[in-house]
């Protein structure tokens, strides 16, 4: 790796006043997997000046049940969520999806913030020494439209770029479908509304704002979730398609239903149609599937990935089938 | 020498002795009496205590292979997606390849060459079961076991399998790495009970 300055902050307002003295040209790290391999591969014309590690803050790892609901600190490790037979049994989907994230080790060292955080894995985007120089580097054009974009996205690009890159985490349609809120040094962000694509961005995040605590609201009485994922791997691919189905189910029907698959969109995407469609009727083969199938009407898959579209459809199926009563 | 020779920089209270400043400085400022120069960490490798000048681009692999000369941590993708360079940082399973050293100060570090000087039966199980053809990914496979057992020390063949998922083998040898860990768990148990007689 080429040479950067490295500062140990010790309290997230000097973690703030670190990124804002260095004026954009600073990253935080944490984990560090998605970061130093975007190092290592100078994948970006600017590599930056600085990191600055947050792991030397006390008091971002936790995990916190409380009757309003879960906290969980922003340095909290993948594999502490996995784990926690609290959170494996009232957010099922956040377990499951921490549990599929990445490899072991990965999850030993990765956290929940770093992997909302993360940046796009679009093989023209990642490709070393910034041989691609595409939009979401600033560029002119987006390499996938005529390349190879077998894993690009099936419901379109940015309206106004068009970046066909899709979002790679695991965690996002997990924290969408439980309705979770993400605490920042400024502000509490809805996490349908933390995920945003432009230039050198994935989230709404200002260039010296801080991830610092998820928040889940507790889990409605006969409410129920899960997570699915389909990768080549099993061991330590990003997903090809995942998905996360909440259900509130009342009296055999459902009440309420918030379905996100990730993997085919530039941002999390979450299946509105499909979610009204399940509303109100029983969770059955046919009714499960009459919501998938809206999946399919919405879709508009580019040259090389149609086949995504089916393996949408048939996650979503499979997660609401998971959620009946 | 004066009685009370030793004062406290932040609170000008006075010690006799050097020991009682150090700890009181530790305790009440929370902060090391004798600051260390800039890009010194402290790590613990194997038992044994180092303090080495770091660069914030150095990897712990880097550290634990080149400077001490710990040739079992093997690096292969420098990506983090193979699992040879794994270590055991803080009882943790962690890739050395992704891990800044200058991110490690303070803490302790085990990797195979630990584990075989502790007389682990997992290294025998490992030959026993002949868990390696070329042997190039064997010591990461050797240390994310170990950092298995040491949680979980009864896993189920499944749990080993999952553990040892972000290890690659381009050998193939996967089923004997389930032979090798399940056997050492057994021995493991039956030592502790013999232990406890």
Avoid at chain 2, 66 to 91: E, S
Avoid at chain 2, 106 to 113: S, W
Wanted: hydrophobic share 35%; with cysteine; aromatic share 6%.
């Amino acid at each position: 790796m080429k040479k950067f300055a490295h500062l140990n902050a010790r309290t997230l307002e000097e973690a703030v006043s670190f990124l804002g003295s260095y004026g954009g040209k600073a990253e935080i790290i944490a984990g560090g997997t998605d970061l130093l391999g975007k190092m290592k591969d100078e994948i970006l014309p600017n590599y930056p000046e600085a990191l600055i590690n947050i792991k030397t803050i006390t008091d971002l790892d936790y995990i916190e049940e409380t009757g309003q609901g879960l906290r969980i600190g922003a340095l909290t490790r993948l594999n502490d969520i996995a784990e926690h037979s609290g959170i494996r049994e009232k957010y099922t989907a956040l377990a499951q999806a921490a549990e599929r994230t990445a490899s072991p080790h990965i999850r030993e060292m990765g956290t929940l913030s770093g992997n909302i955080c993360q940046d796009i894995r679009c093989w023209y985007y990642r490709n070393p020494n910034n041989r691609f120089p595409c939009l979401r580097k600033g560029g002119g054009r987006c390499y996938a439209i005529e390349g190879d974009n077998r894993y690009h996205s099936i419901f379109g690009g940015t309206v106004e770029k068009g970046c066909y890159a899709v979002h790679p985490s695991d965690m996002a349609p997990a924290l969408i479908a439980l309705n979770a809120s993400v605490k920042t040094s400024k502000r509490t962000i809805k996490s349908d509304e933390f995920f945003k694509t432009a230039v050198r961005k994935t989230t709404v995040l200002d260039r010296d704002e801080i991830v610092t605590e998820f928040e889940f609201p507790a889990p409605a009485k006969g409410s129920k979730s899960h997570f699915i994922k389909f990768a080549i791997r099993k061991s330590i691919d990003f997903p090809i398609v995942n998905c996360a189905t909440s259900i509130i189910n009342e009296a055999g029907k459902v009440k309420e239903a918030r379905i996100c698959l990730n993997g085919v969109y530039i941002k999390p995407y979450r299946a509105a149609k499909a979610e009204e469609d399940i509303c109100g009727k029983t969770i059955d083969e046919e009714t499960a599937d009459a919501a998938a199938q809206t999946i399919v009407s919405e879709a508009r898959p580019m040259k090389d990935n149609a086949y995504m579209v089916q393996i949408a459809r048939t996650l979503v199926k499979r997660t609401i089938l998971a959620c009946k009563e | 020498m004066e009685k009370h020779a030793y004062t406290c920089p932040y609170c000008s209270e006075t010690f006799d002795a050097l020991e009682n400043l150090k700890s009181h400085m530790l305790q009440a400022h929370k902060t090391d009496p004798i600051p260390r120069p800039e890009g010194v960490i402290r790590l613990t490798v194997n038992g044994e205590e180092h303090s080495i000048r770091v660069e914030p681009e150095w990897t712990l692999y880097y550290v634990v292979h080149d400077i001490l000369g710990l040739t079992g941590v093997k690096l292969f993708c420098d990506r983090g997606a193979c699992g040879a360079c794994t270590v055991i940082l803080n009882g943790r399973s962690v890739l050395s390849c992704m891990t800044l050293a200058i991110e490690c100060d303070g803490m302790t570090v085990e990797t195979a060459e630990g584990i075989a000087n502790k007389n682990h039966p997992l290294v025998e199980n490992y030959v026993k079961h002949h868990c390696m053809q070329c042997g190039y990914c064997t010591p990461g496979f050797v240390v994310t076991s170990k950092a298995l057992l040491d949680k979980n020390p009864n896993p189920s063949a499944e749990e080993v399998q999952q553990a040892l998922a972000g290890n690659l083998c381009r050998c193939g040898t996967y089923p004997q790495h389930t032979k090798a860990v399940l056997e050492t768990a057994q021995q493991l148990a039956e030592q502790g009970k013999e232990a406890k007689k």
